[in-house]
């Protein structure tokens, strides 16, 4: 196993993830053809603003999509190690300094908006971490009609259409 490798702790087997798809597909087969790990850089940031009320500290949990550059603000997550025989690990676009500075620019504008800062934040960044988030394809076939396939999210059990 390699210890390096880290997901989000996936709440679905490829079972679940048919189940997913499966009520929306009634006359269908639906199969759950393999799992992917999407990458995202977790950063942990801590802010110090001035607000109205006097100076404030808040700690944040940031993502950033590590191929398209996109940032979020995160929950609290549960990982576990990804063995190094895992089907997919999709590559990284970003250096670990360019997503730090999309998560220190996401953090900084939500934080200056929630809590009504006077002026932009101190963002000291507290720790770094590349984690994949667990996907699952699944694939929809009929005899009379072409195959579909479906993105469902390992963790959220959201689904997307892909390749159609």
């Not at 079972?15 to 929306?24: I, K, L, M, N």
């Not at 001035?50 to 940031?62: E, K, P």
């Not at 999309?102 to 006077?118: D, E, I, P, S, T």
């Not at 699944?138 to 390749?163: K, M, N, Q, W, Y």
Request: with cysteine; net charge positive; hydrophobic share 40%.
């Amino acid at each position: 196993m390699n210890h390096d490798r880290w997901a989000i702790a996936a709440c679905l087997t490829a079972t679940q993830a048919e189940q997913v798809v499966a009520p929306r597909a009634t006359t269908w087969t639906i199969r759950a053809q393999r799992k992917l790990y999407y990458p995202y850089f977790w950063f942990g940031l801590r802010t110090d603003a001035r607000t109205v009320l006097g100076t404030s500290s808040a700690w944040w949990s940031s993502l950033v999509d590590a191929r398209t550059g996109l940032g979020y603000t995160a929950d609290r997550f549960d990982l576990e190690q990804i063995d190094a025989d895992e089907p997919v690990l999709l590559d990284t676009r970003l250096t670990e300094e360019e997503a730090l500075a999309v998560a220190q620019r996401y953090v900084g504008y939500v934080g200056r908006h929630r809590r009504r800062a006077l002026v932009s934040s101190v963002l000291k960044p507290l720790g770094c971490r590349l984690i994949y988030k667990p996907f699952w394809i699944v694939e929809g076939t009929r005899a009379d009609r072409p195959s579909f396939r479906i993105l469902v999210d390992g963790v959220t059990g959201r689904f997307h259409p892909i390749g159609l």
